[in-house]
């Protein structure tokens, strides 16, 4: 696992333009378009066997997926369930597919919906819809 800040770090953007977060209480939010309001900026650490880890800069904790579809920010180390297949798309985004045979998908939650009522991410067997597509931006550094 890399700790390097002179790691890449990116944006992950969801189909209603809004971005990926993860704030220090674990709540996993698509809510904001401000790239400089929530804690935004991922590092996408290549593991074995074509996956990647999703790791949240500022908490250092990683982007995971449970066997019945739910999406969390919790785990300081990466486990299985960390591990994703970034997948690009021929129109140029991204889908990410997990160990548990589904994929990361925003479900166009805003800041109206708080996380703890309605999940902002979550994991489904649907492939090709927008929600399931997201736009990987390098943060300028």
């Not at 790691?7 to 189909?15: G, H, L, S, T, V």
């Not at 674990?26 to 378009?33: A, C, G, K, M, Q």
């Not at 486990?79 to 690009?88: A, P, T, V």
């Amino acid at each position: 696992r890399s700790n390097s800040r002179d790691e890449p770090q990116y944006y992950i953007r969801a189909f209603h333009g809004r971005y990926i977060a993860a704030h220090p209480d674990r709540h996993l939010v698509t809510d904001d378009e401000d790239i400089n309001h929530h804690d935004v900026q991922w590092m996408i650490i290549n593991q074995p066997h074509h996956k990647v880890a999703l790791r949240i800069v500022k908490h250092g904790t990683f982007l995971s997926a449970e066997h019945g579809g739910a999406v969390r920010c919790s785990d300081r180390e990466i486990q299985r369930d960390c591990l994703w297949e970034m997948k690009q798309l021929e129109n140029g985004k991204y889908a990410f597919h997990s160990n548990h045979h589904r994929w990361l998908t925003a479900t166009g939650m805003t800041d109206a919906t708080p996380p703890e009522q309605e999940a902002h991410l979550l994991t489904t067997k649907e492939q090709h819809h927008e929600q399931a597509q997201f736009d990987v931006i390098e943060v300028d550094n």
